[in-house]
């Protein structure tokens, strides 16, 4: 550019990429922006787009919607896809509601019709890395405070990823949540993250174990009581609906109440008011999340369960999916829980030996969770080497005949070598270890496969 201004943009300058087919748009827009102190690239493609994307840090995408091959709404849903972080705003020389409205339905942040007016693209270019800015900040508090707490939600699969956008989208209501799931899956952990992600977030969370309060008491408990109330109850006592006021009840185990709690929980539900024993009405303001690994239906069925607050209860409905369906999280895991019980026990960070992974992956995890989180803290206590190997696992899991999957999942971008293991692996179990069967499965020579099974033990 012969006309650049003087002044270089700063290294922390805001950074576009502006996207057109027309040379000679991009390069007006580039020196609007280049007076402003930005920083700007410029790609004559959406292809272009994606490959800068990829090798630079950008902040705001400003992209022409008519392009030959790949238009911007196009190039729009390919950007949510691989920086979901980066604002996008169009231009569109045609101003047609209904595009601008779909594109800002696919997450644009904005759109300005051409001819473009300097003021508005730059004011609205700002304005969106305004928001990118908070939005990173917002998540950066988040994370630190998920970590302070040791209460990250750690995974990538598909299944844990898809029940979090359900929770991310239930979160920020008032409707009530039901956690289903198997024991250890981390329903507990779910119900924390919706109260975080909600208007209630700087109130209070407060939890109760229904199983593990007698039934006798569980209603004193929950609603509180007056003084009076009930012989040995000396004191006019706050019940944890109160103490929740503003903020989430989290109900863990709500399969097992009593009828009579399920009636008064019915009437809370219903009404937004209760009775502490003994006492007047009192109004609550309590976003209730209730969590079983029962089948709450079934206890419906079995008249154990009142009908009508479950479906009160399953106003919106999350399966917290077992380990053993996204087996691609357990090294994620692994590691997390590494770090966490090496630093409780001031060990130096472990490694892993490789047939450790083999076997963790491969066990069936009945427990979810919570048994691999003990099963590492019992190995990190163990452990006397500088990494975990099979004399460090419980001989339950050294010993366990793996888990028989007909299916292996795998998220997009594992290696191939990763992919081509693993599933050698699984073929070879699948035909009782006969390595001729397994190679007519994989459609390779019995050579191929003990060759590769070789390289296999080299790695
Ligand atoms: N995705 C995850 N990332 C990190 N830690 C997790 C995850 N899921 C569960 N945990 C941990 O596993 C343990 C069990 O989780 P949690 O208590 O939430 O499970 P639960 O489903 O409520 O179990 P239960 O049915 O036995 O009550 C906790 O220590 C929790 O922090
Ligand atoms: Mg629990």
């Known amino acids: ?67 030959p091959a790949v238009s911007g709404l196009e190039l729009l849903k390919a950007i949510r896809q691989a920086a979901p972080d980066v604002e996008v705003v169009l231009m569109t020389a045609y101003g047609t509601v209904e595009t601008a409205v779909q594109a800002m339905r ?40 998920n970590v302070l707490t040791g209460r990250e939600i750690v995974g990538s699969s598909p299944a844990l990823r898809r029940v979090l956008d359900i929770v991310l989208q239930a979160a920020p209501s008032s409707a009530t949540v039901l956690v289903l799931g198997e024991s250890g899956t981390g329903k507990e952990l779910l119900a924390r993250f919706i109260h975080q992600h909600s208007a209630r977030a700087s109130a209070p969370f407060v939890a109760v174990n229904c199983s593990a309060i007698p039934e006798t008491i569980l209603e004193a408990e929950l609603f509180g009581h007056e003084r009076g109330a009930f012989t040995g109850a000396h004191a006019r006592r706050e019940g944890r609906f109160a103490r929740a006021d503003g903020g989430t009840l989290f109900l863990d185990e709500i399969g097992e109440l009593s009828p009579s709690v399920q009636v008064k ?16 009405t009192v109004r609550a303001d309590v976003r209730v999340v209730a969590a079983t690994n029962k089948d709450l239906r079934a206890e419906v069925a079995a008249g154990r369960f009142r009908e009508d607050l479950y479906y009160r209860l399953n106003v919106i409905a999350i399966t917290a999916p077992p380990l053993r369906t996204r087996r691609e999280d357990i090294p994620l895991l692994v590691d997390h829980f590494l770090g966490v019980y090496c630093k409780k026990n001031n060990k130096a960070r472990l490694g892993v030996s490789k047939d450790v992974t083999d076997k963790l992956l491969d066990y069936s995890w009945p427990g979810n969770v919570r048994e691999l989180e003990n099963v590492i803290e019992r ?81």
């Open 379 to 459: 190995a990190v206590v163990l452990c006397r080497g500088d990494r975990l190997t099979l004399d460090d696992l419980p001989d339950t899991i050294r010993d366990a005949e793996p888990a028989e999957p007909s299916s292996i999942t795998f998220s997009v971008g594992t290696p191939l070598d990763e992919v081509e293991r693993r599933l050698i692996r699984e073929t070879l179990r699948q035909a009782k270890g006969d390595k001729s069967v397994a190679a007519q499965l994989l459609g390779i020579s019995t050579r191929t496969i003990y060759r590769k099974l070789g390289e296999m033990e080299g790695t």
């Open 1 to 67: 550019m012969t006309d650049a201004p003087a002044e270089p943009p700063s290294p922390d300058a805001l950074t576009v990429l502006v996207v057109d087919d027309e040379p000679s748009n991009l390069s007006s827009i580039e020196k609007i922006f280049q007076k402003d102190g930005m920083r700007v690239l410029t790609a004559p493609s959406a292809r272009a787009a994606l490959e800068l994307l990829r090798a630079h840090r950008v902040d705001v995408v400003l992209t022409d919607l008519m392009m």
């Open 106 to 145: 696919e997450g644009a942040y904005d759109f300005v019709e051409k001819p473009l007016k300097r003021m508005t693209i730059v004011k609205t270019v700002r304005k969106a890395a305004e928001r990118r800015t908070l939005t990173l900040e917002n998540r950066q508090l988040k994370q630190e405070l």
């Open 265 to 280: 929980l019915l009437r809370v539900l219903q009404e937004g008011e209760y009775e502490p024993v003994g006492g007047d």
